[in-house]
Every structure is written in structure tokens, then in C-alpha cells.
């Protein structure tokens, strides 16, 4: 009998054991899984404010160097001024000293210079007075001194000029210069915010997949809990049973014992009573594990389609046509304004769906370098050494381009025959 009493104890115990075991693993795995999850999204978020505070330190230097860009920007307007004022001043200088050369050629045809003395003599003999021979050779004189001192001022306008034109020349190379250390730092400035903005973006992705992750666990965790509540009222339904089995156990025992100590001869009915109850109950809705979902993945998102190039050099000068007349803006990529590389960058986008670069120097690789003879219409032109370009155009064909010239104008048609391009590009 009490064997009867410990198998029962014993099959209550196992019944319960395999209920309620599975489902506390997988609780447990749940919570350590949200704390690492929890972990790396504060990991993240730091390393996400950090490189955002990295962006705007970027940008803030952007903002500073553009402030530094119009300054130079405004250098640059007052040196076109000075190289336009020079130039017409070398023109008055030119035109002044061609009339001297006619002035001092009529004079050498009234008077030569190089035989004074033997006109001043002539100048003597053949006057009709004393004082007509003194008033001819002051003249004489005169008029060789007023000569002499023309010829002086020609040399010092000469010197002038080639001073003027000296300094002409230097600052038109430190407009070029200046012209070339604005496009490279833009550049600079531009693909170092794309790299910032780049990681910002990466690491905002990587915070949210994780974030993604312990939204699942969390609901994996509520189905767990689900489950462990239901495995509770199945362990209760097995606590009743069992313990209904141990009362019926222990009443049939005590029955036997009743039966045993009245001298009644029942052992035979009690090993048939008993062989007929040994049976222990399972409670209803069986045990077990229970397996939590998989947690759903989502399908990847598709990469976008990139439409194919369309039309050609008509396109491309099309779309330039529209934009006539729109002010050139540092840095401007239009559709409103526009800079020269930005204005070159935002054509071809549109036209022909086609990216060549931000600024002059990637564009300069958009295509096969050829000289300028060889442009065509759509091609593009470039002012400056391969690698310290400063300005770009859009051949229109003929020598002609389209540009965003420079600040204060607006976009324009222009000629190589007015502002010849170094080298260009077939696109």
C-alpha cells in the first residue's frame, strides 16, 4: 500500500516538473535577450548622439567657411573691378602716348633735335635783327626742352603702363588661385558632411533593427507569460488531482486495514478493490513545454530601381535654357540658383539622370578629358590645371558655353573668344 501512496507522490511530481520547467527557461532567455538588446541600444544612442554632434560640428564649419567664401567672394568682385579699371587705364596710357609719338614726329620735322646747334646758328645768320635772332633761337630752344620733356613723360607713362600691366596680371593669377581654394574646400567640406551624415544614418538603422529585436523579444515574453499562466492552472488542475489521488489512496488503505482487523476474510476483494482503483487520474489538458513563436522577420526591402539615362546634348542644353537668368550663389544647387559646378551637377541630373559630382574636381573624371577644339554640344568645359580646376561650363558648340559665371551675375551664354576654358571633358 505504500508503494500505492509513493508512485502516486512520484507521478504527481514528474506530471508537475514537466509543466512548469520549459516555460521558466524560456521566460529567463526572454529577459536576458530585452537586457542585451536594452545594452546595445544604449550603446547606439550614444554612439548616435556622439556622431551627430560630430554633423554639426560639420556643419558649423560649413557655415563658417561659407561666411569666409563670400568674403573672398567679395575680394574677388572688387579685383574684377581693379583688372577692369586697369585695363582701361592702359588703354588712355596707349592712346596718350600715340599722340605724343605724333606730336614729337611733327615737332623732329620742324626743329632736329639731334642737329640743334647748327640750327640755332642758321637761326642767327639768317635773322634781320639782334633781337629777331634771340627770339628765334629761345624758341628753338624752347620748343627742343618741351620735346625733351614730352619724351621723358612717354618713358614714365611706359613704365606705367607695363607696372600697371604687371599688376594686373599677378592679381588676376590670385583671383584664379583664390577661385581654385573655394572649390577645393568645398569639396572637402561637402564629402565630409556626406561620410558624417552617412554614419549618422547608419548607426539611427542599427538602433532601430535592435529596437526592432526587443519589441519581439517583449512579445515573445507576453506569449511566454500567456503560456506560463495557462501551465499554472494546468499544475493547479494536477495539484487537485494528485492530491484527490493520495485522499483515495490513503481512504482505501485505511478500508483495507478496517477489513483486516474485524477478522473478515476479504483479501481477495481487497486486492480486487484495490487492482480496480490504482489507476491515477491526468488532469485534463495534458503537459509539457510549450514552444514560443519564431519571431517574424521581415521580408528586406527592395533596392531602388535607378532609371536609365534618357536623350542627349539636346537635353542637356534644354534644361540649361531654362535656368537663364538665375543668380549664382555659392554653393547653390539649384533648381532657384546655382554655382558653376552645382549648375553643371543639377543639368545633368535632371536631363539625362546622370550624378558627375558636387564640385569641379570630381567632374573633371565624369568623362574623357579632350582639348577645346574638340568640344561639342553637352560637353564640358573647364577653366584651370587638371586637379585645381576653378569654374565649369556647358558647351553649347561653336566655342560657346552656358554658366553660372560668378556672384552678382546670373546664369548666362558666354564665348571662349571673351573667356577661354583650359581644357574639356566628353560626356
Known amino acids: 500500500m505504500k508503494k500505492r501512496i509513493i508512485s502516486a507522490i512520484m507521478v504527481s511530481s514528474i506530471l508537475l516538473g514537466s509543466i512548469a520547467l520549459p516555460v521558466v527557461g524560456l521566460a529567463d532567455d526572454f529577459d536576458t535577450k530585452i537586457k542585451q538588446s536594452e545594452t546595445k541600444i544604449n550603446e547606439l544612442s550614444g554612439q548616435e548622439a556622439a556622431a551627430s554632434a560630430q554633423l554639426e560640428t560639420v556643419k558649423a564649419n560649413i557655415e563658417g567657411i561659407k561666411a569666409q567664401a563670400i568674403e573672398l567672394q567679395g575680394q574677388q568682385a572688387k579685383l574684377n573691378q581693379e583688372i577692369t579699371k586697369l585695363g582701361t587705364e592702359i588703354e588712355d596710357l596707349t592712346v596718350k602716348i600715340d599722340k605724343r609719338d605724333a606730336t614729337i614726329k611733327e615737332q623732329a620735322r620742324s626743329v632736329q633735335v639731334d642737329g640743334k646747334a647748327t640750327n640755332y646758328i642758321d637761326a642767327v645768320l639768317s635773322a634781320d635783327s639782334v633781337s629777331t635772332a634771340i627770339t628765334r633761337v629761345f624758341a628753338a630752344s ?33 583671383l584664379n588661385e583664390t577661385a581654385v581654394e573655394l572649390e577645393g574646400a568645398k569639396t572637402q567640406l561637402v564629402d565630409q558632411e556626406l561620410q558624417q551624415q552617412a554614419l549618422v544614418s547608419q548607426i539611427a538603422a542599427e538602433r532601430t533593427t535592435e529596437e526592432g529585436k526587443k519589441a519581439g523579444f517583449l512579445k515573445e515574453k507576453e506569449e511566454a507569460e500567456a503560456a506560463r499562466a495557462e501551465q499554472a492552472r494546468l499544475i493547479k488542475v494536477a495539484e ?12 482505501e488503505a485505511a478500508q483495507n486495514t478496517n477489513n483486516t482487523n474485524t477478522g473478515t476474510n476479504n483479501n481477495s476483494g481487497t486486492d480486487n478493490s484495490g487492482n480496480g482503483n490504482n489507476t491515477t487520474p491526468t488532469p485534463g489538458g495534458g503537459g509539457g513545454a510549450v514552444t514560443p513563436p519564431s519571431p517574424i522577420v521581415p521580408d528586406p526591402i527592395p ?14 542644353l ?67 590645371s587638371r586637379g585645381g580646376t576653378y569654374h565649369v561650363a556647358i558647351s553649347t558648340g561653336g566655342g560657346g558655353y552656358i554658366h553660372a559665371p560668378a556672384p552678382g551675375q546670373n546664369v548666362t551664354y558666354g564665348s571662349s573668344a571673351y573667356f577661354a576654358p583650359d581644357f574639356a571633358v566628353r560626356m
Not at 336 to 365: H, K, M, W
Request: proline share 5%; aromatic share 6%; with cysteine.
Open 303 to 316: 533596392d531602388p530601381v535607378v532609371p536609365n539615362p534618357s536623350g542627349g546634348a539636346g537635353a542637356v
Open 142 to 174: 624752347t620748343i627742343v626742352n618741351a620735346s625733351n620733356d614730352m619724351m621723358k613723360q612717354q618713358e614714365k607713362d611706359k613704365k606705367s603702363v607695363e607696372t600697371k600691366k604687371a599688376t594686373s596680371e599677378t592679381k588676376a593669377q590670385e
Open 240 to 251: 487537485e488531482a494528485a492530491k484527490a489521488e493520495e485522499a483515495r489512496v490513503a481512504q
Open 318 to 384: 534644354a534644361e540649361a535654357a531654362k535656368h537663364l537668368g538665375k543668380p549664382y550663389v555659392w554653393g547653390g544647387k539649384g533648381p532657384n540658383s546655382f554655382d558653376c559646378s552645382g549648375f553643371t551637377s543639377y543639368v545633368y541630373r535632371v536631363a539625362l539622370g546622370r550624378e558627375i559630382g558636387g564640385s569641379t574636381i570630381p567632374q573633371e573624371g565624369a568623362g574623357t578629358q579632350i582639348s577645346v577644339s574638340q568640344a561639342v554640344a553637352g560637353d564640358l568645359l573647364f577653366w584651370g
